[in-house]
Structure formats: C-alpha cells, structure tokens
C-alpha cells in the first residue's frame, strides 16, 4: 500500500452536483474537471428504437444521451434534470436514480487500472441548503456504489460555498453562489456559518423567463420555448444597469446606440431588438432586483413572480434584492466580524457571467459593481466584491483541495456535517 | 570579680586592678619586677592598675618609678590599707564605647535591608516560575511535535509539486488538515 499522502495526490476525486450541469474528475486532471449536464434520460422501454439497443439502460446519462433522446413530446417527462432548484424531494425517486448514475458514471471514467487503486476519496458538493437527508441519500448511494463498484473507498460532502471559498483562498468571506434555479448566500470564517445563510428563490433560470417573455413580445414565440435558445439570447443580449431608469431612458432615446443582432450558430435564425433595445437592461435587473415597477406589466401578463418557497427546512425567498440579501446573511454574524465579511464578497456560479460592453460602460456594468451598488443603498460602503476565478469549476477545485487536505482518519460527524465516511479499508 | 588573673574592685566610675604581694614574695627582686610589669600590662576591662605591698618595704621603692607608669601603689599593715600613689587612668585600657551611629547610616543599612527583602522575593518568585516552565515546558512540546507530524502528512505543495496551482499558497490547507484535531487540542 502506497504511503497516505501519496495516495490522495492520485486519488482525491471532486464532484460537484450544480444545477445544470456536474463538474467532476481525480486530483490529477489539473485545473479543469470533467463536465456534463446535470440530466438524465428515462427511455419508453415499449419503443422500437429502445428495444433495438444491444444493451438497454434504464437510465441514460453523460454525453451519449441525446443519441438516445425520441420524441420531442415525451421530453418534458422522461428528461430529468434532478437539481433544478438545488434539493430533491426526499421520495422523488426517479431523480435519486439519475443522481446514483450520474456518480457511477462520473467514478468509472476515471477508474484507473492500477492494483493500487482502492477506491476514491470522493469528496461532493452540494447546495448549501441541502437537507440532512440529502446527505443520507448520498451516502447510501456511495455506499452502493462502493460495494459495486469498488471505486470509493471514503467519502464526504461540504457545502457549495464553502468549495468557493477554499478554491479561492478565502478563510473568511461571504460567497453569493448564484445558479440556475436559486440563490445561496453563505458567510464563511474558516466554516460556514450554517444559520447566516440566506436562500433566494431566483437564479438563471428567472432571467430565462424573462428574456422568453421579451422574445414573444418581439414575435419569436415559437422559438422562446426552447430553453437552450433563450439561455443563449440571455447571455448574448443582456446587461446589468448601473441604474435601470437612466439605462432604460437613454436606451429609449436612442436605440441605435443600444441595438443588438444575435444570430443562432449553425441556424439561419437570427434576432434584433431594434427599438426595443432597452428591453436588454431588465434582464441584468431582473436577477439582482425584480421590485422595479416595469417588471409589474410582466407578471400581469402571466410570468410568475419569484415566490417565497420552503424547500426542506428552508425558506426561499422570492423578491428580496441581492444587496438585501447580502445584509441580512452578514447582520447574522457576531458584529465583530461584519466589517471582514463585507471586505470579501465572493460571487460564484454562472448567473454573475454578463457581457461587458465598452461603449455602453455608462450605463452597464458587472455583476460585483452592481453589489457594491446595491449595497450603498443600504449604507454599506466598505465593500469589496469580486468574481470567482473560473466560477465553473471553482466548486470542483474546492472539493480536491478539501479531499486532499483533510485527515484521513477524521470520522463523519452529523453534528459538525463534516469527517470522512469509510467504505472500503 | 577578676579581671586578666588580678582581682579588681570598682567604685562605679573606675576599675582599678590590684596586684598583691606579701614579704615572702619579695625576697626575690625578679619577682618584684616581674609583679610590677604584670600590673602595669595586664589587659582587662579595668582602667586603673595598682600594686599592694606591706609598708615595711615601701620605703624601698622608688614612688616616682611608679608615677610615671601610672601605675598606683597602695601600702598596707595589719590594721590598714593606704593609697600611697593614685594610679592614672590608663585611656588604652578602657574598652572603647561603640561610636555613636551618624542617622544616615541608619537610613542607609535600613535601605538595603528592604532592598535585600524584595530581591529574596524576587528570587523566590523566579524560583517558582522556573518550577512552573519546566513543568510546562514538556507537554508543550510534546504538542509541537505532534503538530509538526499533523502539518507533516499535508506538506504545502511546491512549484514542483505536480499539483493543480490553486494548490499554491493555499491557507485552507493547514485550515482543513486540523479538521478532527481542533476538538483534541481542547480536551487535552
């Protein structure tokens, strides 16, 4: 048996269950994990086309899967994307079933040949919210998984934003973790302070909506319900306003300087915003502060408003702005530590990615700016807040360093929710 | 009482020191002499010295002899004693009174007997905590090895080291690899 340390610089694996997609892989992939979307696929066993495969699956995860994707009509029941929101319904079992197979998949791609190898020290990553039967759930999936597989010989979970922060070298910080479907923010001084975090019901997935609900007023209706293309037309065409009335005044005044042309790649399909280029401001809004007025017309004409949901123990909150939340996560720590939480804000997660327009710098800005500027709202001043390096995988890189850094024989503890489950000697 | 071997009597201001001869001792000049040097340089706490001889024989001696030595004689009978010459006061022989004490001194030894005080605390105290290092002194560094053993299986990654670089300068490592140990420190 090689030596300890040895052993985990070969054999520390991350993973990291994000809402659209996983990220994954051993210590010795280097800066970049592995990635695949965070899906499944339940095929019809009744089909032709399934009985045809030499070996049916299942469950159907990874980059084969949309060679095994049939009818657009069935999609919306047998494509599953179990993390939507972060949690899983304890009894939803279908999405466990896809989660056990994203990891076996994630684990056997790397399993080396080596005699050596006696299994991973796998350490994952979930939402910070996540309840403790989440991580009940997982455990007996590794479990399983180490039995049938041989690939875990322990395992771990921590928190996504405490992964944020090791990644980034922060011992004491507050990470905003925005994602596809929620908000997590988390203070963190050298852990994470579990009963300052704030849970916001609004990610990615809300600015998706709006920007389907501003292509049907342009007249794409039929191309706003296919997801895939409003998240591109999001990232192409949207901006975060320094301040919405001014952006969206001058925007009005003079649409040529604000217009904006996105074609589909590999599509003849193309858009243009023409006179409704200020629509471009309310989808950076939207993310960081939906009580804006001009929203109201939106969820008259049916968009749903961002609800409080209890999701677990947690309560999600739907309108409260990021500045607000950030407020009340901090103003949950002892006072003494404020002033060093506000000095670090962390944003991480692919919902703080927004183009930067050089012509436009006026009246469109970044994500950390336009927190800074939320929070002098608040009389916050001292704030400094940047974005993560690499926010795809910083919650990956987090996981290696954590698998590799802490003791081996530091046994799993459900009050600290920290320490090592053992599967395999 | 007897003073250097002669016997003295005191008047409460002097003590005289009286050497006594009889006739058979002077049947031998030696002795005479010998007799009057003892009185005259015997040391004692008396201040006057005298010799006592019958008066048959003090017509021999020479007063003035006597006189100059200080040295006193008295003659006596079998029915008196006279003081045939005073002895002088001899200031030699009187034991000298202590000096009388200058009040800075006084001050002055007071002084150093306090400073002589507070550095005997001074080094009981230093006595003590040197019990107490060596005493905490073990298991300390009993607990600096062990430590040293703890940082030693998570050794920070070099250039060279073949990790991932957000391995580098990482704080969190030293954080995490006391994750399990921070609760023995503070039961031990």
Known sequence: MMEREEYKRLYTFGIDYGTSDVKFGPITCGEVPQITENRGYLPDKESIMYKAFEVPRDIVVGRDLPLYLQSSEDLSS??????????????????????EELSRYALNIFKPADEAFKGFHLVASLSSISPRYMYERLF??????????????????????????????????VVVESGHGNTQVCPISRYPIRNAIVAVNRGGGDANALTSEILKDLGYGDLARQESFVRAVKEHIGL????????????KEDSKRFNIRFKVPGTRISIELGENAWTRFLIGEYIFNPNHEVFQSYFTRGMSKPKDVRIGNTVFRGMIDFGEAILESVERCPIELQPHLYRQILLSGGNFSWRQVEELKEYATDAPTKIRLLLKGWDITNVKASMAEAPQYSVWRGCVIYGYAVPEDYEWNWERMEGWKKFLE | MDDGGLPSYSNGEHRAAVKILSLEDLEDRNILLQSLLEAASKPGSHDKAYVAMPKLLASAIDGRILEDVGLGLLIYDERSIEEAIPARINPRRIQAAPPPVDPSVTREI??????????????????????????????????????????????????????PSFFQDNPWLSVLSQRGREEEKIAS
């Open chain 1, 78 to 99: 047998r494509l599953i994307y179990p993390m939507r929101n972060g949690v899983i319904e304890k009894d939803d079992e279908k999405a466990w079933r896809i989660v």
């Open chain 1, 240 to 251: 975060i306003p320094v301040d919405l009335d001014k952006a969206v005044e001058a925007a």
């Open chain 2, 110 to 163: 007071q002084f150093l007997k306090a400073e002589i005080s507070v550095l005997r605390e001074t080094v009981e105290k230093l006595k003590r905590e040197i019990s107490l290092l060596r005493e905490g002194v073990k298991p300390r560094l009993e607990e600096k090895v062990r430590e040293a053993r703890i940082e030693a299986n998570v050794p920070s990654p070099s250039q060279s080291s073949g990790l």
């Open chain 1, 140 to 173: 007996q999936i590794y479990e399983r998984i180490a039995e049938e597989d041989g690939t875990i010989r322990a395992a771990t979970i921590i928190p996504q934003p405490l992964a944020v922060a090791i990644a980034h070298k922060a011992t004491t910080c």
